[in-house]
């Protein structure tokens, strides 16, 4: 199945536009799929643009904990997302036409720093 690209002005652009403002980001395919990695190394964020019920969201690794009240609370927003809610990922829809742009880009930051390397943190930190 071939993914729609991400378009200029979509939900997904401004996704990835937040990751790629962290240092050492690189975005590149996996699993079908455009994902940003921090240090070009660590997975933080994937597109899913097919992968939960043909909808388009993102997959974002989370802090402990984070995941079970996001989904409880808001679940026309946040998801415990395939292969990856296991480890307390949390998934974000983008299809909707409330999306909750502070909360996201707090997700992506916070996801960011659950995988840097260290040495990327304290000088993002520094900054």
Do not use: N
Not at 49 to 76: I, K, M, N
């Amino acid at each position: 199945m071939q993914r729609a690209a991400i378009r200029d002005g979509s939900p997904l652009a401004r996704v990835r536009d937040l990751c790629l403002a962290f240092p050492a980001t690189e975005q590149r395919e996996s699993h079908g799929e455009p994902c940003w990695f921090a240090g070009g190394k660590k997975l933080f964020v994937m597109a899913a643009q097919a992968h939960h019920d043909d909808r388009t969201a993102v997959w974002l690794a989370a802090p402990e904990g984070v995941q079970a009240p996001l989904v409880s609370g808001e679940p026309a927003r946040y998801f415990r997302p395939p292969y990856v809610g296991h480890r307390g990922w949390v998934g974000a829809y983008l299809d909707i036409d409330d999306i909750d742009w502070p909360h996201v880009e707090a997700l992506v930051e916070d996801a960011w720093r659950c995988v840097a390397p260290k040495r990327l943190l304290a000088a993002f930190d520094a900054c």
